[in-house]
């Protein structure tokens, strides 16, 4: 594909400002901006939700654990869902029909091959989908409930396949946009119907989804390519080169010191101007949204750290981010009224950078509603 004569030339430090920049690592946002955060670099990793609401602490000035409920279950400005990778995330609630309609026939081909490496056809697994919407109806129900619903009216080998803990009908049901999560009740999870849950929001053309969500992505995460957007969004990289070609006229390629890239034509004086005139330093949580970003995670991390931070089993660890490389790991634990960070470095460090890590660990611990101790390894 042809992108015109020339290609603009960019350093690795243009792309890692723009890139802080829009992931408001470089300058946290405002509080009533939360949702706006999430839409930003659309999405944020949710297996975990206490990691979740860390990624929301490094990105928005003041929040608390609260906030961030509040705009889940009161406001419902924000919606937990399963979708990039199959994985679970937070989602402002207007680009529900975006991730909904771009990324529903990769998870619908990805959970389908799962349920039938174990029996379950296309055809019982339609029917166990529209049972769990009608048996939510107006209803929150826990899985159990959902389950031993869907049980009484289909049969009780149907009740695995609706209970199961990595998500089973139930994530058949939310990659279509039937079903979502509702508030925790006590230590169990729930579900909701969406259009009973959510505002109404407008509905998008599968077209308009894919195109909208790879714009959104390059506006976030660029430049990239599409082995990136591929690993990023859960689709296939024939399926990316297909959105791609109907945005040509959107997208200029460019050059990142030897490395081709993609970028969005509107974006290109940003990237060009882009400057880190302070350091920019974060504590990011497992599973960040800004380390999932691009399948090559060379301009993130040394080569010779990568499996410390990328581990085994899909496991990510917590990391200490400056100017938007890895410099470390970090853990923290609750004793009591105290929290206690450990710093693991994989490299010398200034005081200066030193005492900006210091800065974050305090912010964290008011966080937690605590105080801190930080220890440096």
């Known amino acids: 594909m042809e992108w015109g004569e020339g290609l603009e030339s960019l350093s690795h430090v243009q792309v890692a400002g723009f890139r802080l920049h829009r992931h408001h690592l470089f300058c946290r946002a405002s509080l009533k901006s939360l949702a706006g955060v999430v839409r930003d670099v659309v999405g944020v990793q949710a297996q975990f939700m206490s990691a979740a609401q860390l990624a929301l602490w490094a990105r928005v000035e003041g929040v608390t654990q609260r906030d961030v409920t ?44 799962w349920l039938a490496k174990y029996g379950v056809g296309q055809v019982e697994a339609e029917a166990m989908i529209e049972a769990v919407v009608e048996v939510l109806d107006d209803e929150v129900l826990t899985r159990k409930e959902v389950a031993q619903r869907v049980a ?42 969406c259009n009973r849950w959510l505002p109404r929001v407008k509905e998008m053309t599968v077209e308009e989804a894919e195109e909208t969500l790879l714009r959104r992505y390059l506006h976030g995460y660029g430049p990239a390519d599409m082995r990136d957007f591929a ?33 969005l034509c509107e974006d290109l004086d940003e990237l060009q101007n882009t400057v880190l005139d302070d350091a920019s330093v974060c504590l990011l949580p497992s599973f960040d949204c800004f380390m999932l970003g691009h399948k090559d995670k060379s301009h993130l991390v040394a080569e010779a750290y990568y499996k410390r931070v990328y581990r085994k089993a899909g496991w990510l660890s917590p990391v200490v981010l400056v100017n938007g490389c890895v410099i470390g790991v970090w853990s923290h634990k609750r004793r009591g009224r105290r929290l206690h960070i450990t710093i693991e470095l994989f490299k010398k460090i200034s005081r200066s950078i030193r005492k900006r890590i210091d800065k974050e660990a305090k912010s964290l611990a008011r966080f937690f509603d605590t105080t801190c101790e930080v220890t440096f390894v």
Do not use: Y
Request: proline fraction near 2%; glycine fraction near 10%; include cysteine.
């Open 70 to 113: 509040e705009c889940l279950w009161r406001r419902r400005s924000l919606v937990k869902t399963w979708c990039m990778r199959g994985a679970l995330h937070l989602l402002a609630a207007v680009d529900l029909p975006l991730c909904i309609g771009s990324l529903f026939q990769s998870g619908l081909r990805r959970e389908r091959r």
């Open 231 to 263: 690993a990023w969004s859960g689709m296939t990289v024939k399926e990316a080169v297909q959105i791609l070609m109907r945005l040509h006229s959107e997208v200029v390629e460019v050059e990142v010191e030897g490395k081709l890239g993609l970028a």
């Open 152 to 193: 009484a009216v289909l049969g009780g080998k149907t009740k695995r396949w609706v209970e199961h803990s990595w998500g089973g009908i139930v994530k058949l049901a939310c990659l279509q946009g039937l079903v979502c999560f509702g508030p925790n009740r006590g230590k169990e999870i729930t579900f909701v119907q």
